[in-house]
């Protein structure tokens, strides 16, 4: 069993940055990070294969940057140009057949951290 612990969420102004962190117990191939605003599904945001191919949402594009420190099982959702839309909970996902920003294709989910733009 695969534990996921989110942490760097926050309030932050528009324009702004912040860095989200997953901290998973073991080491995971392909990891991703989702995204869920009051009254709306959850939606992928970007991706990360083992070998370092990553997938990203359009909304997210030249925004964001994923990335991860597998000598320490960490994955890091680097967010810049913080947007108001951006607000919402989000969460980290462990273990996919694929680089997948489809929720279903994930079977591990970390609690999620906030992250609040204004």
């Known amino acids: 069993h695969v534990q996921l612990v989110e942490s760097g969420g926050g309030s932050e102004q528009e324009g702004g940055s912040l860095r989200l962190s997953c901290a998973a117990s073991?080491?995971?191939?392909?990891m991703g990070w989702f995204r869920q605003a009051p009254g709306k599904e959850r939606e992928g945001v970007a991706a990360?294969?083992?070998?370092?191919?990553?997938r990203y949402a359009d909304s997210v594009k030249g925004r964001f940057t994923i990335s991860k420190d597998s000598a320490k099982n960490t994955l890091y959702l680097q967010m810049n140009s913080l947007k108001p839309e951006d607000t919402a909970m989000y969460y980290c996902a462990a273990d996919s057949a694929t680089t997948s920003l489809v929720r279903d294709a994930y079977n591990y989910w970390g609690q999620g951290t906030q992250v609040t733009v204004s």
């Open positions: 990360i294969g083992y070998n370092g191919f990553t």
């Open positions: 073991l080491y995971i191939l392909r």
